[in-house]
């Protein structure tokens, strides 16, 4: 039998002093990803009302999709006889899948947003949303869910997860993990981390023989996911004990994504006590962050890549990012206002449109609002952390992070 191909890879270049931050290539069967990297995220395969010939334009270098989404809409089977998700979408770029746990648990008990930036102190482990019925149960082996799209019953293991990623076909897949909130208590947190950990190794075992299975395919990547909340121990733990997971054939995890619950606060420590602990030859991806102070304490403290879906969700409801902040480009005083929307972005949209005609659009409730500042959002996005990785190589992060977060106001 044909070796697979292998062909994926991480080559670390210029490091910050005394930290964790770096700048890298991730080789990819579909193409590289320069280092640390913003990952637009596509849920459904498509970033929302942008055409991915754009989404080039604007310097974006992969697409992460959601594997839950695509699962039950159109179904992984389509996307592979399509050729895989990049060839699907007409992305010809690096692609990301999530793993679906997120989404299946996620919406399962109807919280919306798990990583909450905001402090709690009520503690339980049986929270649901309100005005939300549960629509998940988790359990040693999987997750027993409804769709939100029918009702339909379904259920999610490590296997199946693997088994719809590679379907997919993204060059970086995530192991199924369980995902808590910061309502959970320290006990249910570790069961969770234990839980995360098998999982981990049932996804090694399932991966390594799906891709010798499917070796004609291009090689596929595969991210433990770390969880263990706000509690330095058990992150820690969490690394070391993914890092010595193998399967049968020796198959290692190809990179870390860090996820789980956390406060904004701990974000840096959080990212700091798993870089300490994972190897640094190895990617690190931060699920979910966006906004500027996020992605510098990220960067600083070793991690790679980062997506989220906040730059095109703000976008389609009229928040427009700029190097001031964030400001909704629907309100009234834009009406007369025949500039750009940010005169130092160089984005299409910035570039021909003025906030009143935007504003007209959102008023007008067209279309062309949502794509129109998507575009800028997602390069605003883009364009900052490349402007990081920039700094990074040229020596002058922290002049750079001090120089940006004065003038941004959250
Ligand atoms: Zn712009």
């Not at 025949?338 to 009143?356: E, G, H, L, Q």
């Amino acid at each position: 039998m044909a070796a697979p191909d292998t062909s994926f890879s991480f080559t670390i270049g210029a490091r910050l002093e005394d930290r964790h931050g770096r700048a890298g290539v991730i080789e990819t069967p579909h193409g590289r990803i320069a280092t640390p990297a913003f990952i637009p995220v596509g849920t459904k395969a498509t970033v929302k009302s942008v055409l991915p010939e754009t989404m080039k334009e604007i310097g974006a270098q992969a697409v992460l999709a959601n594997a839950y989404h695509l699962y039950l809409q159109p179904g992984p089977d389509i996307v592979d006889e399509a050729g895989g998700l990049a060839k699907f979408m007409n992305w010809h770029g690096p692609t990301f899948t999530d793993s679906g746990g997120f989404q299946v648990m996620s919406l399962g008990v109807g919280f919306k947003k798990v990583i909450a930036m905001e402090a709690v102190d009520v503690r339980s482990d049986d929270v649901i949303a309100k005005g939300k019925e549960r629509l998940a149960t988790v359990d040693d082996d999987g997750v027993t869910f409804r769709s939100h799209l029918d009702g339909s019953r379904h259920r999610f293991t490590p296997e199946v997860s693997m088994g719809i990623q590679h379907g997919l076909g993204a060059d970086i897949m995530f192991a199924f993990d369980e995902l808590t909130t910061l309502l959970n208590t320290r006990e249910y947190q570790e069961k969770s981390v234990r839980r995360t950990h098998e999982w981990a190794q049932r996804c090694i075992d399932e991966h390594e023989r799906l891709t010798v299975e499917r070796a004609h395919h291009p090689y596929q990547a595969l991210f433990a996911v770390i969880q263990g909340a706000q509690y330095e121990d058990l992150r820690r733990k969490a690394c070391r004990d993914l890092e010595a997971i193998r399967g049968a054939a020796g198959t290692e995890f190809d990179g870390y994504g860090i996820g789980g619950a956390l406060e904004k606060h701990n974000l840096g420590a959080i990212v700091g006590w798993c870089c300490d602990e994972l190897p640094e030859h190895k990617p690190r991806h931060m699920l979910g962050i966006s906004e500027p102070e996020d992605i510098f304490v990220a960067v600083e403290n070793g991690a790679d890549t980062f997506d989220c879906v906040n730059p095109s969700r703000v976008a389609r409801n009229a928040a427009i990012y700029v190097a001031e902040g964030r400001f909704n480009i629907d309100t009234r005083r834009f009406r007369r206002d025949f500039t750009p929307i940010d005169d130092s972005c160089d984005c299409y949209t910035c570039a021909n449109y003025t906030r009143a005609y935007i504003h007209h659009l959102f008023k007008a409730k067209e279309m062309l609002a949502s794509t129109l500042c998507t575009i800028h959002n997602e390069r605003f996005t883009i364009r900052l952390v490349d402007r990081i990785r920039d700094s990074i190589e040229g020596g002058y992060f922290d002049e750079f992070k001090e120089e940006t977060l004065r003038v941004w106001k959250r």
